[in-house]
């Protein structure tokens, strides 16, 4: 038994770079942003938690943007989000970059829980309880 043949494809030529007015090539268009319009990034780790403070998202919001607006009505950190809406870190702190600037959600810092109690607080509470 022979082994199928297969035949070449024809090569498709690549298209031409865009031309600009004075016929020099152009600058073609962005298709994503990586950073705001500052290129700053908000600085986020992976414990902030992000709380929207709008309940609807607006009609000029992403489906990326408006589930995480959906998301977000109770605190949530950035690893969950990222985990829900199934993207990478990095994208995420590119959406909750444009959502902060916009003003449509809070970053908060997550709360840190004491090592170890008061040990004062232990005595007046036992104080308390053995007097019952």
Do not use: W
Not at 49 to 70: C, F, G, H, K, N
Not at 98 to 122: G, N
């Amino acid at each position: 038994m022979t082994p199928p043949q297969r035949q070449r494809r024809d090569l498709v030529p690549e298209p031409a770079p865009p031309q600009g007015s004075d016929g020099k090539p152009g600058n073609p268009e962005r298709m994503y942003v990586v950073a705001g319009p500052d290129g700053e990034r908000a600085e986020l780790d992976l414990v902030t938690l992000i709380v929207a403070r709008a309940t609807d998202p607006p009609p000029s919001a992403s489906p990326e943007q408006a589930a995480l607006l959906r998301l977000c009505a109770a605190p949530l950190s950035v690893a969950e989000l990222s985990a829900y809406l199934h993207l990478p870190f990095s994208a995420m702190g590119v959406l909750l970059t444009e959502l902060l600037t916009a003003e449509l959600v809070q970053a908060r810092a997550p709360i840190v829980r004491k090592a170890r109690s008061d040990r004062s607080l232990l005595e007046a509470v036992m104080n308390g309880l053995q007097r019952l």
